[in-house]
């Protein structure tokens, strides 16, 4: 059961290059979400979506895109990298209508913009 | 979706009750009360919910005021792998803009020690 699984662990970009951080749920949930978490804060939400083809912003969407084609995948993309974006991002997915609605979360991306 | 208030830190002698309290003094009727645990940089981890009534599952005990104003997490045991970041989160279980996310806060780290 592999649950929420991020790709890359880690990364580290220099300033104005892009990527894509990977996201993939086997459990059939239909939200999923991207949070980061800055040093010594807690999370913030970016970008989330409540199924296929529907995404919606969060607290701090700017200088991120998501996508969302499949129930599995929930793609975050890094178009012009900088220093702020240095960050630990987390996927999480989770059920609505489910007892608690809870979110499972990955194991998280470390990415690094020098 | 109403904030809440924690305190920064906590410390907890291993064995013994942890009590993390959490105020949410604007909570609203459909609002839930959720707690979240994050232990060092992996992702979050559901711990319990509730609404009106005293909760308790395998992990955790929540107290919730008749007022509904503040609540309090409570750990009976606690052991050194407990020691972790305690997210208190209210959410509206209804769906709309942002409502379908948990907006996570600073949260209170629980020290435990043997």
């Known amino acids: 059961n592999a649950g929420v699984t991020q790709t890359p662990k880690f990364r580290i970009l220099k300033i104005g290059q892009s990527m894509t951080l990977q996201c993939a749920q086997d459990m059939n949930h239909n939200y999923m979400y991207w949070y980061r978490q800055d040093p010594g804060m807690g999370l913030k939400l970016i970008y989330y979506?409540?199924?296929?083809?529907?995404?919606d912003k969060g607290e701090v969407p700017n200088g991120y895109n998501v996508s969302r084609s499949t129930t599995e995948d929930f793609p975050l993309r890094l178009e012009l990298a900088a220093p702020s974006q240095t960050s630990v991002y987390f996927c999480?997915?989770?059920?609505?209508?489910?007892?608690?609605?809870?979110?499972?979360f990955g194991s998280g991306t470390q990415l690094s913009v020098l | 979706d109403a904030k809440t208030t924690q305190p920064t830190s906590m410390d907890c002698a291993e064995g013994r009750a942890a009590n993390l309290p959490c105020n949410h003094s604007?909570?609203?009727?459909?609002?839930?009360v959720y707690w979240y645990r994050q232990i060092h940089s992996q992702g979050p981890q559901y711990i319990i919910h509730g609404l009106k009534n005293n909760e308790t599952n395998e992990m955790a005990s929540l107290i919730i005021t008749e007022d509904r104003k503040s609540s309090t997490l409570i750990l009976p045991h606690a052991t050194l792998r407990d020691t972790a970041v305690y997210y208190c989160?209210?959410?509206?279980?209804?769906?709309?803009?942002?409502?379908?996310?948990?907006?996570f806060g600073k949260g209170t780290t629980l020290s435990v020690s043997s």
């Open positions: 989160i209210v959410r509206s279980r209804e769906g709309g803009q942002a409502g379908t996310a948990l907006i």
């Open positions: 999480a997915s989770s059920n609505p209508g489910t007892p608690g609605e809870k979110l499972f």
């Open positions: 604007t909570i609203s009727g459909n609002e839930y």
């Open positions: 979506s409540v199924g296929a083809g529907i995404t």
